[in-house]
């Protein structure tokens, strides 16, 4: 998918997995980024769906798998990301006890521009 190449190439540094669950990794998309084409024109912000996909971006990373989204639980926007914010992106990988084998929950928080922009509860399977 050449979105997710886009996202992978404005990564920067070292991905940080600080347990077999838990990692992060810090993104800078600048103006030039595709993500942020047409939303708006005027006014660029990143889309919250191009959000949702950096978190699941850094839950394969955590997980060393391609990954797909089954649900997006929840979903809580607090701050724009602009061109040129760093953002940060942090995830926590469980599988709720009950649910299917194949069924992760990932927890995923992103600052950008040292702001809390987002909460996200997805719901992957491995592609």
């Known amino acids: 998918m050449i979105i997710r190449q ?14 077999p669950e ?3 990794q810090s993104f800078h998309p600048g103006a030039g980024f595709v993500g942020f084409d047409g939303h708006f024109p005027d006014f660029p912000i990143m889309p919250a769906m191009l959000q949702v996909l950096f978190g699941i971006v850094v839950a394969e990373r955590i997980l060393e798998t391609d990954l797909v989204m ?11 990301v602009k061109p040129d914010d760093i953002i940060n992106v942090s995830c ?20 950008a521009a040292g702001k809390k922009a987002a909460t996200l509860t997805l719901w992957l399977e491995p592609a």
């Open 70 to 80: 089954k649900k997006l639980d929840k979903a809580k926007f607090m701050a724009q």
């Open 92 to 111: 926590r990988i469980s599988r709720p006890a009950g649910d299917r084998e194949s069924d992760i929950q990932a927890k995923v928080t992103i600052t």
């Open 6 to 19: 886009e996202i992978n190439q404005t990564a920067v540094g070292e991905f940080t997995k600080t347990s």
């Open 22 to 24: 838990t990692g992060s």
